[in-house]
């Protein structure tokens, strides 16, 4: 195919991507009243009678003219992204796989099918845990002080919260795609394990901003799970890779061991004919001697 021909399928492709994106955020518009509620549904809001004070509830408002209008479109346009996401994958992959090979798109399949839902079960685990990092966060609120929070603030903190558990949950996918290319052996992960494990507490402690240790244990707890079933994974695979290719273990710049012992020959051995000797070259003629010299006229 030219390359006109692909720039001409390129521009079809992001046509209906981008239209269904659009489709999908205005129909969120329809309903952004009841996806605003959804998100700030973890806030421990007050009751029309409760005063704000310390970290008993909090009051969700927008702070500036332009703050409901934008909120607005932000919301619809994530739900908007997230909704048509089959429909955009799906035209992005009729565009690469006519330039795959049927093992890619075999491996492609089992990526996207596995993807998926580990971070969808990331999304929702950060979903579950958002009331208690919303409760601890304000509870740091002196007496006093009121919460009033802005919706936007809620709105990122809650996307930056499903990112990172999403994102997190991927880690066993790319390890066991490591180990499918053959750069990253189940052996070496298994010694890896102790360095691996205080990684990932400490990538908890850091990344959730709850102090408490729920939040920590959510999010390290099914990595750390996840990270030894993609282990098991990975020395099984090992095991069946050298089943079919005994140095198959060994780097690049390590020598296998080479058997030589002789073995029988299958057919009969062919008489070779002898080679011709070479004509008798001729005898250099002695030059002439004069007084002891040789004379070379």
Known sequence: MPLVEHLRELRNRLAKGVLAILAATIVALVFSEKLLGFITEPVPKCDPDVTSSGGNC???????????LSVTIQVSLTVGLVVSSPVWLYQLWAFVAPGLHRNEKKYTYAFVGAAVPLFAGGAYLAYLILPISVKVLISFTPDGSANILSLGDVLDFTLRMVLVFGVSFELPLVLIMLNMTGVLSGRRMVKWWRAVIMGVFVFGAVITPTTDPVGMLA???PIAVLYFLA????LLNDRRRERKNPDAHLSDDEAS?????PEPLDHEVEPVAASRMLPEQPQPTPAKQLNGYDDIT
């Open 58 to 68: 909090a009051i969700v408002a927008f702070n500036s003219l332009m703050s409901p």
């Open 219 to 221: 999010l390290a707890g």
């Open 231 to 234: 282990v098991g994974f990975s």
């Open 257 to 261: 061991a080479l058997d030589l012992t």
